[in-house]
């Protein structure tokens, strides 16, 4: 006799289905112990120490101070569940040579957070590239506070 594979695997799905969470009961009342019923999985979500609040939106730009001197400024919106020294460094991608530079306000961070003001220079001796060239990225590193 042939089966269709279908019929075969309705009723595997069925008997797996029906084992799932299922008391065995002949068992159950004659044993004083207790049974395993069914297990659920646990997950840790663990929050980051520090967040930037509206990253997405988050731009600096430079403008022309002097002849040869380009300077922007940003105010940055962090939240933080501890302590930490904050460190900003700029990474130029090379479109405009020169010598940059990148300061925070306040090297710490405390719980609950606060506004730190990033600035970013450029001293260079190029003529000035078309506006809105991207130039390079700041990033951020932490280190928890002793």
């Not at 090379?94 to 961070?109: A, D, E, M, Q, R």
């Not at 220079?121 to 809105?132: I, N, R, V, Y």
């Not at 991207?134 to 928890?144: Q, S």
């Amino acid at each position: 006799m042939r089966m269709n594979p279908l019929t075969i695997g309705a009723v595997a799905l069925l008997a797996v289905a029906a084992q799932a969470g299922e008391i065995n009961t002949p068992h159950w009342l004659r044993s004083s112990c207790p049974l395993e019923l069914t297990t659920i999985p646990v997950w840790m979500e663990v929050q980051p120490w520090v967040w930037v609040k509206d990253v997405d939106k988050l731009v600096i730009y430079l403008t022309r101070r002097s002849a040869c001197t380009y300077e922007g400024c940003t105010d940055i919106v962090f939240e933080a569940r501890a302590s930490v020294n904050i460190s900003a460094v700029f990474i130029p991608n090379g479109v405009v040579k020169g010598k940059y530079s990148c300061s925070l306000s306040s090297p710490f961070l405390d719980p609950p957070g606060g506004m730190l003001g990033v600035c970013v220079k450029l001293e260079t001796q190029e003529s000035p590239p078309p506006t809105s060239v991207r130039v390079g990225t700041v990033v951020f590193r932490i280190t928890p506070s002793a």
